[in-house]
């Protein structure tokens, strides 16, 4: 019985030290890849960034509407500031992946231009509230089309035009919404899909019989 005893022990012992061992290994692999992929990165020569899609806030997009609230004036003034900088989502890829794609020389330059982009995604939902609370429904509703147009990931302004695409009955606008969401790399937006392509069927259904 002790012999069984000692040799389940043994066994058992034997059995987590290997899956420690392999473990560690792993680790220390994952590890060395993430090394040689840096060291390629910061030795990547310059790149051309000509396949790049740099953001352009034309001068359609309503940014400039008297507000009674003191914070818009700042808000205002960034947005219309960023027009002439350079404005890049670059929300999906790594530091390490932009110097790979393009090289070391124009980190500096592709980093200002995805800080541009935050600073835009952040003034547009503020400035989109700020139209909406003080009635300018249509100029919210540009903000917010931009915003997701570009990139953004939102959950509010997702909500909001689907809901509003729902009341006006508008099917083109609410399938660009859903295709959005079914794009999106964040995963609330992404299952925010579902509730979409609910609203756009109804709205489907609702033509269908009133066409009947």
């Given amino acids: 019985m002790k012999f069984y005893a000692l040799t389940s022990?043994?066994?058992l012992g034997f059995v987590i030290n290997r899956a420690i061992r392999l473990t560690n290994k792993h680790e220390n692999d994952i590890m060395q890849e993430f090394l040689d992929r840096e060291d390629e990165a910061n030795n990547t020569p310059l790149k051309s960034t000509e396949d790049l899609h740099f953001i352009t806030i034309g001068d359609s997009l309503p940014i400039d509407i008297p507000l009674q609230n003191p914070a818009a004036s700042s808000i205002q003034k960034t947005l219309?500031?960023?027009?002439?900088?350079?404005?890049?989502?670059?929300t999906d890829f790594s530091n390490t992946?932009?110097?790979i794609a393009y090289g070391?020389?124009?980190?500096e330059r592709l980093g200002s231009a995805d800080a541009n982009y935050l600073v835009m995604q952040r003034s547009l939902k503020t400035l989109s509230a700020?139209?909406?609370?003080?009635?300018?429904?249509?100029?919210?509703?540009?903000?917010?089309e931009f915003e997701i147009a570009t990139g953004g990931s939102d959950m509010q302004a997702f909500m909001?035009?689907?809901?509003?695409?729902?009341?006006?009955?508008?099917?083109?606008?609410?399938?660009k919404l859903l295709n959005s969401a079914e794009q999106s790399t964040d995963?609330?937006?992404?299952?925010?899909?579902d509730e979409i392509r609910s609203s756009l069927e109804l709205m489907e259904i609702m033509n269908g019989a009133s066409n009947e």
């Fill in 130 to 144: 700020l139209y909406e609370k003080e009635g300018y429904i249509t100029e919210a509703i540009a903000l917010r």
């Fill in 9 to 11: 022990i043994l066994l």
């Fill in 187 to 193: 995963n609330r937006v992404y299952t925010y899909a």
């Fill in 97 to 99: 992946d932009i110097k």
């Fill in 104 to 107: 070391t020389a124009n980190m």
């Fill in 160 to 175: 909001y035009l689907k809901e509003y695409y729902l009341k006006q009955n508008d099917i083109n606008s609410m399938e």
């Fill in 80 to 90: 219309s500031s960023l027009k002439q900088r350079e404005i890049l989502n670059l």
